[in-house]
């Protein structure tokens, strides 16, 4: 089954192609030749993946996906959450991103974050919303050298290494991407 994934970051298409098996083709947006820049522009995670899946369905009228995720901190009142992308400023610099999060809690004890991912699934017209959760803590320095964006800084509950540190086949396994795609595929067997 063709699939669009309304996103060109390698990383996670990378990744969801693993997770999805061979019984899924994804297509990204340079795949079926989309080169505009989609709106993401709502004040929550359920509305951004909303507004891109939408987005593509409107123009291209095929069945899509869309994602959006963020870091949510308890003692930063769930910041960076939709603005984890450009929390830093606009030219969405991870190492920025990071060190203005370590900044922030220098002084506080309460390491506490998740990262929510959010998937709005359009099929035959229908929407459904899948949401994958992980919980972790926010460590005092960068660590490791893979993944992206808040990885070197985020510790999952029950583990020592932070997601930098962590192989990608593991990191998908308990990640919130890969979470939210289980929810996915499994709703895709289903029908
Ligand atoms: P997006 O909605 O997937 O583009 O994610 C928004 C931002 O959240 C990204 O630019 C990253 O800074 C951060 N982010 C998303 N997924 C991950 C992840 O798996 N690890 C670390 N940071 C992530």
Redesign the pocket.
Known sequence: MKLIFATN?SH?LTELQALLGSSYELLSLNDIGCHEEIPEDQPTLEGNSRQKAFYIFDRYGLTCFA?????EIDALNGNPGVF??RYAGKD?D?NA?MDKVLNQLEKINNRKAR?RTVITLIIDGEEKLFEGIVEGKIIREKRGKG?????PI?VPDGFDHT?AEMQPDDKNKI???GRAVEKLVHYLKSL
Do not use: C, E, I, Q
């Not at 994602?67 to 870091?71: E, M, Q, S, V, Y």
């Not at 993944?147 to 990885?151: A, K, L, R, S």
């Open positions: 970051n996670k994602d959006d995720t963020g870091l984890s992308a969405k991870s991103n990262f993944g992206f964006g808040y990885d985020f997601f990640s919130h991407r």
